[in-house]
């Protein structure tokens, strides 16, 4: 009986080494998932940070889209205000060029008008002194 309770005793005896083992290695699995917990908590609360902030860069990009359609029209507005402004400006400068008095063709034609003119005087005095008038 006494080798049977031994026997007994060393199987009890290794079981209980086996439970230890197992117990050591639950606690640890027990640490790890409470620092795992911890470590999930932390992540949780950064994803919703990084949201709120996504949410807040996403209004400030169309923002910043409105702006940007904004300019592009502006620019687009005075590349046509610029356009017929240029046009304004030919079309004066144009007419500046239809009216300038041309010295050379003014000298011409009023050489031309003395040429006319001189004849036409010496014809009418000598009408006059003909007595045909």
Request: aromatic residues 2%; charged residues 25%; neutral net charge.
């Amino acid at each position: 009986m006494s080798t049977d309770l031994n026997e007994r005793v060393g199987v009890v005896e290794n079981t209980l080494k086996n439970h230890e083992q197992r117990l050591q290695r639950q606690e640890s699995n027990n640490e790890v998932l409470i620092e795992m917990k911890a470590i999930l908590k932390n992540q949780i609360e950064i994803n919703r940070e990084q949201n709120e902030q996504m949410r807040e860069f996403s209004g400030t990009l169309i923002k910043v889209n409105d702006n940007l359609s904004k300019l592009n029209s502006s620019q687009e507005q005075l590349q046509n205000d610029m356009s017929k402004i240029g046009e304004r400006v030919t079309h004066i400068e144009k007419s500046q060029d239809e009216s300038k008095i041309s010295v050379p063709s003014l000298m011409a034609k009023v050489l031309i008008g003395i040429v006319m003119i001189v004849p036409t005087i010496i014809s009418a005095w000598l009408l006059i002194k003909l007595g045909l008038k």
